[in-house]
């Protein structure tokens, strides 16, 4: 398994890749077509940094982190005790929602991992492909990765799904996804209750870098490639 994210931002369309199992694309609803000159984003090259300060307020400027039009992010964190390991005491986890401002869209798209043991959210995100639903957030949370785990993972995160919905007031499809610890049971009621009404509340349109940071695991800085064209 590759240990990779990186959320792409190119004008009005938004591409998400968590730990090469799913990849989603959308735009919003009123996203049009356009010829493509790339004049702005992150270069091809990235200068050498001298400290971790140095890297972020880089990776802050606007024109590697400003989202793109018609999104909106919030982040929240959290802590949980794993059901598996109760012995490690409360850990962090965090919560992402990425939604669209101007309502769900139809102008979607997601590839997901073949392997033969996927994880809840990438069963749910086949299921949503066929029942080919109007799209309106993504839900993502960090530290647990819901494969394997010991207990009912698609109803977990569908609960976490129905709480984005309910705390977006919206009737558009939740895409869920979860990267992190394989084999223990999504902390799905923290979420639910705590970590999304919170992520909801803090949304901004004007920064990515947050959810780049929000849903790390094993990376030591949050990644983020952009181009913004005409």
């Known amino acids: ?21 799913t990849t989603m694309a959308f735009t919003p609803p009123s996203s049009s077509r356009y010829n493509t000159h790339i004049f ?3 270069p091809s090259e990235l200068p050498t940094f001298g400290s971790e300060k140095e890297y972020i307020e880089y990776m802050s400027s606007s024109d ?13 964190e959290g802590k949980f005790v794993s059901v598996e390991a109760p012995s490690m005491g409360e850990l962090p986890i965090k919560c ?10 139809d102008n979607w798209a997601a590839v997901f991992t073949t392997n033969k043991f996927p994880g809840a959210p990438v069963k749910i995100g086949r299921s949503r492909l066929k029942e080919d639903r109007p ?9 647990v990765s819901n ?9 977990d995160s569908e609960l976490v799904c129905e709480a984005v919905t309910k705390a977006l007031k919206g009737g558009g499809a939740v ?48 990644k983020i490639r952009s181009s913004t064209i005409s």
Do not use: H
């Open 1 to 21: 398994m590759k240990f990779f994210r990186e959320i792409i931002s190119v004008d009005i369309i938004l591409t998400i890749t968590i730990l090469s199992c």
């Open 40 to 42: 702005a984003g992150t």
């Open 64 to 76: 590697i982190s400003q989202l793109p039009k018609g999104f909106a992010i919030g982040t929240s």
């Open 96 to 105: 992402t929602v990425i939604s669209l401002t101007e309502g769900p869209t």
């Open 135 to 143: 799209l309106e957030a993504l839900v993502i949370n960090n530290k």
């Open 147 to 155: 494969v394997c785990s010991g207990g009912d993972g698609v109803a």
């Open 175 to 222: 895409l869920p996804c979860s990267t992190g610890v394989i084999g223990w049971r999504l902390p799905a009621e923290v979420l639910a209750e705590k970590l999304v009404p919170e992520a909801v509340a803090n949304m901004q349109s004007e920064s990515v870098l947050d959810a780049a940071s929000a849903i790390m695991t094993t990376d030591r800085y949050p």
